[in-house]
């Protein structure tokens, strides 16, 4: 991950300092480069070289002091990202992020809304990055006046806009081809505004009928079609598994290899791998098929590109009595990921603030244990 806010922050002392190596012949055209991690390495060999040279310009020798000191070294730039425990001090090798639906229960009764929720994850938990439910604000996607004010309200607070996770927009897997076009055009403002807010994806679902292939095949379409479209806006999509065939690990792997474009992945969550309930149109009624959720994730991870924490129930000893964190969140690591894990409590057993503190308290645990 890029440190991006202390490139803007620096951006300003890393053009005067080109621009003044440039001129003394010291840097070509070809030097001009602005990743950190190059930058650095390219002054350090510079002020090596031509140590009398540089030092003779008093502003160019305090510019190139500032950069140095303010940006991470090539080696340190992913360790740059990555909450940190309170209990150690350690920097975990992911970084943490607050769901929205987290909150649902509060939002569907009034007691506060889409706007208040990036204060309230920064005030009330400490978590600086959120991730929107276009639910909470359906008809506010290309409501620009309302969209620069959540944008305000996150940037007032230091708060990250990850994605938004979109829902009741049809489905990209649809047998109907007109269906599955207009599906994928309902998502484009979603795309729009993820783009306004400065996420960097949104979450969508795969869902169709017919035959594992049929929908496997639509969905790919479907998504290829969309994905396409969000790349011209610089937003990736990502596929949640949420029940039915995308519950299933192999299946949406064999979708992401149809769709085969780098701006589409996978949300992996850790809860939702529920291929067929006993009443289909019951959520909330019992599972009669179970993918594995241990190996589902791990077949996710090579495509995933954010990560859900789900949690519903705590024992004494803080642990989730769903899933092995340790385990899950080693698989996470192994692969290789160093992105948000967002907390996603659906339990009803503790209050929505209280479950959000549990999920959190055991990321920090369990994260700290493996970083």
């Known amino acids: 991950m890029q440190p991006d806010t202390v490139c803007n922050n620096t951006a300003e002392n890393q053009l005067f300092l080109h621009r003044q190596l440039f001129r003394q012949g010291i840097l070509k055209a070809k030097h001009f480069y602005f990743c950190p991690a190059t930058l650095i390495f390219t002054l350090?060999?510079?002020?090596?070289?031509?140590?009398?040279?540089?030092?003779?310009?008093?502003?160019?020798?305090?510019?190139?002091?500032?950069?140095?000191?303010?940006?991470?070294?090539?080696?340190?730039?992913?360790?740059?990202?990555?909450?940190?425990?309170?209990?150690?001090?350690?920097?975990?090798?992911?970084?943490?992020?607050?769901?929205?639906?987290?909150?649902?229960?509060?939002?569907?009764?009034?007691?506060?809304?889409?706007?208040?929720?990036?204060?309230?994850?920064?005030?009330?938990?400490?978590?600086?990055?959120?991730?929107?439910?276009?639910?909470?604000?359906?008809?506010k996607a290309k409501d620009t006046k309302y969209l620069a004010d959540l944008k305000m309200r996150c940037d007032d607070n230091g708060v990250k806009s990850v994605l938004i996770m979109c829902d009741g927009e049809g489905y990209l897997g649809d047998a109907d081809a007109a269906k599955r076009t207009q599906a994928v055009e309902n998502h484009y403002k979603w795309v729009e505004a993820a783009k306004y807010l400065g996420c960097f994806c949104i979450r969508v679902n795969a869902?169709?009928?017919?035959?594992?292939?049929?929908?496997?095949?639509?969905?790919?379409?479907?998504l290829r079609r969309l994905?396409?479209?969000?790349?011209?806006?610089?937003?990736?999509?990502?596929?949640?598994?949420?029940?039915?065939?995308?519950?299933?690990?192999?299946?949406?792997?064999?979708?992401?290899?149809?769709?085969?474009?780098?701006?589409?992945?996978?949300?992996?969550?850790?809860?939702?791998?529920?291929?067929?309930?006993?009443?289909?149109?019951?959520?909330g009624s019992p599972c009669a098929e179970q993918y594995d959720r241990y190996l589902g994730t791990q077949e996710f991870m090579p495509f995933a590109k954010d990560v859900s924490a789900k949690a519903h129930d705590f024992d004494a000893q803080g642990n989730c009595t769903d899933t092995d964190y340790r385990r899950m969140l080693k698989i996470v690591k192994d692969a290789g990921y160093r992105g948000y894990v967002g907390i996603e409590y659906e339990g009803d057993k503790l209050s929505e603030p209280d479950g959000i503190r549990a999920t959190l308290a055991l990321l920090h645990k369990v994260g700290a244990e493996l970083s």
């Open 44 to 139: 350090q060999i510079f002020l090596l070289m031509h140590r009398r040279t540089f030092m003779k310009d008093t502003a160019i020798a305090a510019a190139g002091a500032m950069i140095l000191s303010e940006l991470p070294a090539c080696a340190d730039s992913k360790k740059a990202f990555g909450a940190i425990d309170p209990a150690t001090g350690k920097r975990l090798f992911f970084d943490i992020s607050l769901a929205e639906w987290s909150l649902h229960r509060s939002i569907f009764a009034g007691k506060m809304t889409n706007l208040d929720f990036p204060l309230v994850a920064k005030k009330d938990y400490g978590i600086t990055a959120v991730e929107y439910v276009n639910q909470f604000f359906k008809d």
């Open 207 to 222: 869902g169709g009928q017919g035959s594992a292939e049929q929908v496997s095949d639509n969905a790919a379409d479907g």
């Open 227 to 283: 994905t396409t479209f969000a790349k011209t806006h610089g937003i990736s999509v990502i596929v949640e598994n949420h029940g039915g065939y995308s519950s299933n690990g192999k299946w949406l792997v064999g979708v992401m290899k149809k769709v085969n474009m780098q701006e589409c992945g996978i949300l992996p969550d850790f809860g939702n791998f529920c291929i067929r309930r006993e009443k289909e149109d019951d959520w």
